[in-house]
Nanobody, 123 residues
Framework: VQLQASGGGWVQTGGSLRLSCEAS????????MAWFRQTPGMEREFVAAGGSGRSPRYADSVKGRFIISRDIGKNTAYLQMNSLRPEDTAYYYC??????????????????WGQGTLVTVSS
């Protein structure tokens, strides 16, 4: 399985962006997809996760502003980011896992990763 993330860019505070993560290969292996983000010198942090038939999960810092979704037919996951803030500036990574885990916030459990896409929010 390969993941290809895209959609990053520059936006002003209060703006919106939509990130995409397209999966290729044996995509039937994927059950859980998630987004993490990382800024230089900081650990990678959980942003959002979603699995078929399960309610999406969000970090408190993005709850109410970000929406994770998935188009099974297109093998693509999305992260709609609204009301962006300067503190949302980071490299965003998509990740996938074959089965659900209650420890979805922990990046060590993910089997597949996409490359980062940079989101910059100016004040």
């Amino acid at each position: 399985v390969q993941l290809q993330a895209s959609g990053g860019g520059w936006v002003q505070t209060g703006g919106s962006l939509r990130l995409s993560c397209e999966a290729s290969g044996v995509t039937s292996y994927i059950y859980l997809m998630a987004w993490f983000r990382q800024t230089p010198g900081m650990e990678r942090e959980f942003v959002a996760a979603g699995g078929s038939g399960r309610s999406p999960r969000y970090a408190d810092s993005v709850k109410g502003r970000f929406i994770i979704s998935r188009d099974i037919g297109k093998n693509t996951a999305y992260l709609q980011m609204n009301s962006l803030r300067p503190e949302d500036t980071a490299y965003y990574y998509c990740a996938a896992r074959r089965v659900w885990t209650t420890d979805y916030r922990n990046d060590v459990w993910y089997d597949y990763w996409g490359q980062g896409t940079l989101v910059t929010v100016s004040s």
